[in-house]
């Protein structure tokens, strides 16, 4: 079975345009078969894109890792945070680069197997990391995000509980000086570390 972590060319195209409101910023994006989310903006990537623009300021460096079709970084570059986007998956990567690029908005997006083509630091790597790609490669997402991050940097993610937020909360803060569930709402915790 293919999973929206993988490039599947023979998969049939169905775009939709995604218009959404997320804390009075009104943008959209595309979502496509093979991309995760087909249809909507997920309530994880909502809550978390809720939780962490209530808190901290714009004017920021930010990586957007496994962006899927682009919601996170599409809004935090609408917002003024200077943007990378990457996935593995090409097909989500060109639907950011339309809705970025229709929207006037200025965003670095490139293809990535999780850090493997990142050599930069961020104030935030902010994700919806892909649960279903296994923990060896949702830890290494996790807790590599930690070498990607400035001195002051955070990591904020959002996992549901019943797909093991509680042990990967435990053994992030084996990795991190800090971490914190900041809200947990409709079985979905947004987690934050430093």
């Not at 920021?60 to 496994?66: A, E, N, Q, R």
């Not at 197997?113 to 990142?118: C, G, K, L, M, R």
């Amino acid at each position: 079975m293919a999973h929206y972590f993988t490039n599947d060319d023979n998969l049939k195209s169905n775009i939709k345009k995604i218009n959404t409101i997320i804390n009075g910023t009104s943008y959209y994006f595309y979502t496509d078969n093979g991309v995760f989310s087909k249809g909507e903006l997920d309530f994880g990537t909502e809550l978390l894109l809720k939780t962490f623009c209530y808190t901290y300021p714009q004017e920021k460096t930010l990586l957007d890792i496994g962006c899927g079709c682009g919601p996170i970084g599409i809004y935090a570059s609408k917002l003024g945070f200077t943007v990378d986007m990457s996935d593995i998956n090409k097909r989500a990567l060109h639907l950011s680069k339309i809705a970025l690029k229709e929207q006037q908005l200025d965003a670095n997006v490139f293809l990535s197997d999780a850090y493997e083509n990142i050599n930069k630091k961020y104030d935030y790597i902010v994700s919806n990391p892909p649960i279903r790609v296994g923990k060896e490669k949702l830890y290494e997402i996790i807790m590599k995000a930690k070498e990607h991050l400035k001195e002051k940097g955070e990591l904020w993610i959002v996992v549901r509980k019943k797909q093991g937020a509680k042990s990967l909360t435990e053994d992030m803060k084996k990795v991190y000086k800090k971490t914190d569930v900041i809200i947990t709402k409709k079985g979905y915790c947004i987690i934050k570390a430093e």
